[in-house]
Nanobody
Framework: VQLVESGGGLVQAGGSLKLSCAAS????????IAWFRQAPGKEREGVSC????????YYGDSVKGRVTISRDSAKKTVYLHMNSLKSEDTAVYYC?????????????????WGQGTQVTVSS
């Protein structure tokens, strides 16, 4: 069971990034997938989540309106499109798979985590 994030990098404030989370080793279509982030010295924060069929999406208040989550069953990949990036979006972004079909805010709900990808937004 593995999740691998990619797409992070350095971007100027106001710019965009698309993060990818490639899954392997489990039945991708059965589980909800979420994105979390953690900035230095701060607690891990939920960014977004998508249910197993992609018919339910959820966003944290700090990113609502600037972020879109989607999933591609054929590629077993979840994407996080981020626009209008701000310096406060700087963090390591992790994707996580729940052992369930639906989303929850609690990070304990998610049993499999990727290694993370760094997003740095310069002001």
């Amino acid at each position: 069971v593995q999740l691998v994030e990619s797409g992070g990098g350095l971007v100027q404030a106001g710019g965009s990034l698309k993060l990818s989370c490639a899954a392997s080793g489990f039945v991708f279509d059965d589980y909800a997938i979420a994105w979390f982030r953690q900035a230095p010295g701060k607690e891990r924060e939920g960014v977004s989540c998508i249910t197993y069929r992609g018919d339910g999406t959820y966003y944290g208040d700090s990113v609502k309106g600037r972020v879109t989550i989607s999933r591609d069953s054929a590629k077993k990949t979840v994407y996080l499109h981020m626009n209008s990036l701000k310096s406060e979006d700087t963090a390591v972004y992790y994707c996580a798979a729940a052992g369930y079909a639906l989303c929850r805010e609690d990070d304990q709900w998610y049993s499999t985590w990727g290694q993370g990808t760094q997003v740095t937004v310069s002001s």
